[in-house]
């Protein structure tokens, strides 16, 4: 069954058309990649899944609802994580925090009942502390608990915006380049959490990524953009060899086959 | 070097860190309590008012603390909510209000008028939203004397006297008893600050300072987080602008001018952004700096025959005072005593660049 859909959808930026008549389904519990050279059009539909674009044409649907009607900050309500292509985390907050941010579509108190913090705020936020501490355990997050992002290296920041995501308890997920800027170790991590989410947790994926090695090891199917236009969609395997994707990429340099 | 060893969430939910932290607020807090009793014996209460005073300001300084240091909108208006606070407290005590209610009532207006004011600017960003907050300090003076018939205009408004269930305060008659009555709506309002800090409201103002985009793609929506935001910060103030006039005891149009807003947000400053402390020690250093002005001076006069007298040598040492900061300590004081603590709590293990923040990865404006 379709999780996320979006059926022939297009958005213009000035001349250039960023996203040209594309449509996708994302089936629940797999996990679905977007690939494609730089300035693709990757960041930009999931910049439309988020709402932060309106699209010119065409619809988006995510589990049976048109999300079209909604503004930017109802998505995450539906169930809808995301991650971002250059980390956008709460700097000058601790990664429990930025964490606990990521709970905030659970809030079930309000203002008056936090002000004077009830006892219902307080099993509240215990819950919440509760969901944190296991993202956590599972991202092996432990060291970095009460350490400003300010001052964590770059790899421990992607760890801690996928834990911000995951924190959220999303159906979709959806990852910007996890493993840009990852060593190799990290890669290799990133793909076993990846794996972990979609099977252990039921969660459903859809991540852009650079790295073919990571697409063909995690994705079950992939999308292949270009000039932001679909190119062609299949297991990783059909889409590497497809000849429009192959010469979509020659001369671009931006594969790195592994 | 302490490790605190959490064995429940209650650990980090709680007020206090551990034992130890409880313990010297509470020491804090009795020394507070028992502060009149220093200057009841030496029966000279001039201090213990000035005192009052900077408590006032500081509960003042949380409320542009909330709303500049933890949700990252800056405000150059704030003394017109202490304005709105302290006239509509007067106009519901002259109504016959009894007082507990006039003050609650009064901080909440002027909050809710603020938040009011202030969604059409709350778009704004940065330089332009203190722009904005500033022209409103600016009107606030003729907005009080268009409203004359409430608000006395040029020729003033007498502030009442507090009143609780009969037990009687005036600042000059009875300075212990107005100490005590804001002493205690101090230390409310920092719990309730604490509380706010540590639910998700006071996480989504944090998350809104530090990235919006990221904000909203946590679901949260930034026009009612901001609103909610000025809302506290404004009722905070008008709370604070309640206290003042009692304190003063006469107000005019020229009391609430653009140097109290900007006084504020120096104080906040100075004190550290983004920490409830950092209001205290900004008021703090407000209320010291003339004190020290005018006993240096004196000192110089009659011990060496030195007459300094110099025009707006005050306000030229705070703008010295607030550039140096902002150069050298950007944390504020309390970001300097934090790094102090550390120090000694680390010995010898303390590096210089322990606080030093990692240069910021490449952010472009455009959402990725
Ligand atoms: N806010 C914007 N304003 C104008 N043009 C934009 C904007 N965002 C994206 N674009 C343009 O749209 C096109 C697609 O950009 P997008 O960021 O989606 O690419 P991408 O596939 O994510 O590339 P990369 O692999 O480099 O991240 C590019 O030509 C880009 O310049
Ligand atoms: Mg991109």
Not at chain 1, 82 to 111: C, D, P, S, Y
Not at chain 1, 207 to 234: F, P, W
Not at chain 2, 50 to 68: H, P, Q
Request: proline letters at 4%.
């Amino acid at each position: 069954m379709s999780l996320l859909s979006l059926d022939q959808v297009t958005l213009r930026f000035g001349g250039v058309v960023a996203v040209n008549n594309v449509s996708l389904s994302v089936n629940e519990g797999e996990v679905f990649g977007l690939v494609g050279p730089n300035g693709a059009g990757k960041s930009t539909v999931f910049n439309l899944i988020s709402r932060f674009y309106d699209p010119a044409e065409g619809s988006i649907s995510f589990d049976g609802k048109n999300i079209l009607k909604l503004g930017s900050d109802k998505v995450p309500s539906l169930g809808v994580a995301r991650t971002f292509q250059n980390i956008e985390l709460f700097e000058h907050a601790t990664v429990l925090q930025n964490l606990l941010v990521g709970r905030h579509r659970h809030r079930k108190t309000n203002m008056l009942s936090e002000i004077f913090f009830t006892p219902a705020a307080r099993k509240e936020e215990r819950r919440h502390r509760e969901a944190v501490e296991e993202v956590i355990d599972f991202l092996d997050l432990q060291p970095y608990r009460d350490k400003m992002i300010a001052g964590l290296p770059y790899g421990v920041r992607k760890v801690v915006e996928l834990g911000r995501a995951l924190a959220s308890e999303p159906k979709l997920l959806l990852l910007d380049e996890p493993a840009s800027g990852l060593s190799v170790e990290e890669t290799q991590d990133m793909a076993y959490w990846i794996e972990d989410i979609q099977k252990q947790m039921g969660i459903t994926v859809l991540m852009v990524e650079h790295d073919m090695g990571l697409v063909s090891s995690v994705c079950n199917r992939v999308l292949a953009l270009n000039d932001g236009k679909e190119l062609t969609t299949g297991t990783p395997a059909e889409v590497q060899s497809h000849p429009a994707v192959v010469e979509a990429y020659l001369g671009t340099d931006g594969i790195s086959k592994t | 070097m302490r490790f605190v060893f959490k064995t429940s969430y209650d650990a980090d939910i709680n007020w206090f860190k551990h034992k130890t932290q409880a313990f010297w607020y509470f020491v804090l807090f009795a020394l507070m309590l028992a502060l009149p009793l220093y200057f009841y014996f030496l029966s000279d209460a001039y201090l213990l008012g000035e005192i009052t005073s900077v408590m006032i300001f500081a509960i003042a300084a949380m409320g542009l603390m909330l709303l500049t240091g933890h949700t990252g909108l800056p405000s150059l208006g704030h003394a017109t909510f202490m304005a709105m606070g302290c006239y509509l407290n007067v106009i519901y005590l002259n109504l016959g209000v009894p007082w507990l209610l006039s003050f609650v009532l009064a901080g909440a207006t002027a909050g809710a008028v603020g938040t009011l004011i202030a969604l059409p600017v709350l778009r704004l960003h940065g330089v332009y939203l203190a722009l904005a907050t500033l022209a409103m300090s600016i009107l606030t003076g003729d907005f009080i004397v268009i409203l004359e018939p409430w608000t006395g205009g040029i020729s003033g408004l007498a502030v009442p006297d507090i009143s609780i269930f009969g037990w009687e305060v005036n600042k000059y008659a009875n300075p212990y008893r107005f100490y005590y009555v804001v002493l205690i709506i101090a230390i409310v309002i920092i719990m309730a600050y604490r509380n706010v800090l540590r639910t998700p409201l006071g996480r989504s103002f944090t998350a809104v300072r530090d990235s919006e985009i990221s904000a909203q793609a946590m679901g949260i929506n930034l026009t009612v987080t901001k609103s909610s935001s000025f809302f506290l910060s404004a009722t905070t103030a008008g709370l604070a602008g309640a206290l003042f006039g009692h304190s003063a005891g006469y107000v005019t149009n020229e009391t609430f001018d653009v140097v109290m807003s900007i006084t504020l947000l120096m104080m906040i400053v100075i004190g550290g952004l983004g920490f409830i402390h950092g209001a205290f020690f900004g008021a703090v250093v407000f209320g010291i700096i003339p004190v020290a002005i005018a006993n240096g001076r004196s000192l110089l006069s009659t011990s060496f025959d030195i007459n300094i007298n110099i025009p707006g040598l005050e306000n030229g040492m705070f703008a010295v005072i607030l550039i140096a900061f902002i150069l050298f300590e950007p944390m504020g004081l309390y970001g300097r005593w934090l790094k102090i603590r550390t120090y000694f709590e680390l010995f010898p293990f303390y590096r210089k660049d322990m606080f030093r923040r990692q240069k910021a990865y490449l952010k472009t404006e455009r959402v990725q």
